[in-house]
């Protein structure tokens, strides 16, 4: 952490407290969003105007279905109007939806792009009508709203998503399925309505499940691949991704396998394309996948051998035998099996993207007893199949992967309150808690209490200040503390800034520590009065003592000091990054110290 990102964190802890004060009974109207609906102008605005109101409450989704109910519903050409008059009317949305509507002029005249305003507010409407309304609408509207509102930027609300699934036409459903952002379940449900264009999109959709493409491929005999995508994953110079080849493997359709052998799989994946072939096509295919330099040339020896001395057998059990002799690929126990024990890269890209049958219950359970590595929980996490707990359960392993215990890349279903108690957190605290406490696994309140060394776990408090998810509790915990402990002491603040860097426990005990010093320092005697000391006396050396009046930091850009010459690099690097630690920690609690107390932190000095 920089000291630019420190003085953030500080800065947007101390506004976060200074806002908490006065904002008591603050916040939107509680009618804003009706009243923009109701008033906004012009027309288009209305949806920029729920927005900056909260969003949508009981009150505006009834006006809106209102609105859409008697003055839309299924009148396609009236939709097509409002799409037209939006641009240019200045009055409200209830005035333009009572008045005439104005025919439309179907002729050659170039017009320039209606706004993004346009089509925003047509989205709030078409959200709020009927599923069959709005369907029937999407079909009708120019194609910029259709791709506007359903394949990119925001995610298209639930009811809009349902509606194009339900009831839309192939070019919505196409839309939507573009979108790179939808949820793979979603795409899931796109698959099943039996369009191939629709299909096609899903396919090449970049959040698209190796396994959900394997499943548009198992449906080729009721659902015919896309003919533009079978060009693009045959092409003999095609750069399409290896994801969107190795889902092929299975298919039994020599065009689509060989392409797929040319990504270099295992023996006995290839072995398994070739008795696929057989099974779905024939011997005769097989042949000629075999006699085909372009798929000879990526087939092992040992399969070539194999698969032909099978095909030379005069008895008709052929496929029965390569199944036999090959891997368990529908077996669902197998995959969980395999991933509970695989731990290299290539071994998991390998196991995930060959045909291994996906049973997330079993996978669920496998990973709940020995956890799979995160590259597999990070796959399996967002998987078409899988439950919100499944989800939940793979993503707290790939949330852990960062901080790493005893050093070693592994698995870890531990949840965070845990970890904190039994383990110490390092440098990679601040990227581990922003990732759990935005996920919902971290409370903050675990970073004051029970995290230790002090120094991490301020320095992962002052990380969750910066991205605003450290939360009330959390804030007015560290306020009760320092106020408890050191109020506008600057002695104890001193204290605090002395005892950081080494400090092994919690932040609370670290805060308590230095107010008990700070006392005992103010309950010594004054020493007695002596002889005046010499001139040139050296200052005295308390590291609790104020520093003197004339004294300043040093500016922004000077050098920052340089360990002993005598020290390793590894003590050198050990030494920078406590001081990043100091420097976030100290920066988070002088933002929440009282005004008198607040000054610069020694260790930013220094």
Not at 37 to 65: C, F, K, M
Not at 520 to 547: K, N, Q, V
Request: glycine share 6%; net charge neutral; with cysteine.
């Amino acid at each position: 952490m920089t000291k630019t990102q420190v003085g953030a964190a500080g800065r947007l802890l101390r506004g976060m407290v200074v806002a908490g004060e006065g904002a008591e009974g603050a916040g939107p109207c509680s009618d804003a969003a009706l009243r923009a609906v109701e008033r906004a102008r012009p027309a288009r605005s209305v949806a920029a105007g729920v927005a900056a109101a909260g969003g949508v409450d009981g009150e505006a989704a009834a006006a809106l279905r209102d609105l859409t109910e008697r003055h839309l519903g299924a009148d396609v050409a009236r939709w097509c109007a409002l799409h037209d008059a939006l641009t240019g009317y200045r009055g409200s949305l209830p005035e333009l939806l009572a008045s005439p509507p104005v025919p439309r002029v179907s002729d050659d005249t170039l017009r320039p792009p209606a706004p993004r305003s346009v089509h925003r507010t047509l989205g709030l409407l078409l959200e709020h009508a009927e599923p069959r309304h709005a369907a029937a609408a999407f079909a009708a509207l120019p194609e910029r709203v259709t791709t506007e509102l359903l394949a990119g930027g925001t995610l298209p609300a639930p009811a809009l998503v349902a509606a194009v699934i339900d009831h839309g036409d192939s070019r919505t459903r196409t839309a939507l399925a573009r979108h790179p952002r939808l949820d793979t379940r979603v795409l899931a449900r796109l698959v099943v309505v039996g369009d191939a264009q629709v299909a096609a999109a899903v396919y090449r959709n970049p959040r698209t499940t190796q396994s959900l493409r394997r499943t548009v491929v198992e449906r080729l005999d009721t659902v015919p691949l896309d003919n533009a995508l079978r060009a693009e994953l045959t092409a003999p110079s095609g750069q399409v991704p290896r994801t969107w080849l190795t889902p092929l493997l299975g298919s039994g359709d020599p065009h689509l396998v060989v392409p797929a052998l040319r990504c270099g799989v295992r023996r006995v994946a290839q072995q398994y394309a070739l008795l696929r072939i057989w099974e779905r096509t024939g011997p005769d295919a097989v042949r000629a996948v075999l006699d085909d330099p372009t798929a000879a040339a990526w087939l092992s020896r040992a399969v070539v051998d194999t698969v032909t001395e099978t095909l030379a057998t005069p008895h008709g059990d052929g496929p029965r035998r390569l199944r036999a002799q090959g891997e368990p690929y529908e077996d669902p126990a197998r995959l969980p099996a395999l991933l509970a024990t695989a731990r290299g890269t290539s071994t998991l890209r390998d196991l995930l993207s060959e045909p291994y049958a996906h049973d997330l219950d079993a996978l669920a359970a496998a990973h709940a007893a020995t956890p799979f590595m995160p590259k597999a929980c990070e796959e399996l996490a967002r998987h078409e199949a899988a439950s919100d707990a499944q989800r939940q359960a793979f993503r707290l392993s790939v949330l852990n992967e960062p901080w790493r215990a005893a050093g070693r890349r592994a698995g870890n279903s531990t949840l965070p309150a845990r970890r904190l108690a039994e383990e110490e957190l390092d440098d990679s605290a601040a990227v581990w808690a922003e990732g759990m406490a935005a996920a919902g696994f971290l409370d903050p309140v675990e970073l004051i209490g029970t995290a230790r060394p002090a120094a991490c776990a301020l320095a992962a408090l002052a990380r969750l200040a910066e991205r605003d998810l450290l939360g009330a509790a959390a804030v007015a915990e560290l306020q009760a503390l320092t106020q408890a402990h050191l109020g506008e002491r600057r002695r104890a603040w001193a204290a605090l800034d002395v005892l950081l860097p080494e400090h092994g426990g919690t932040v609370a005990d670290l805060i308590a520590e230095a107010g008990k010093v700070s006392d005992a320092a103010a309950a010594e005697p004054a020493p007695p009065a002596g002889p005046e000391p010499p001139a040139r006396a050296e200052p005295p050396t308390d590291p609790l003592a104020e520093p003197p009046a004339e004294s300043e930091p040093p500016t922004e850009g000077a050098a920052e000091p340089v360990p002993p010459a005598s020290q390793p690099p590894s003590a050198r690097t050990v030494h920078r990054r406590e001081r990043v630690h100091a420097l976030a920690a100290l920066d988070l609690l002088y933002s929440l110290a009282p005004a008198g107390a607040r000054r610069t932190p020694r260790c930013c000095a220094r």
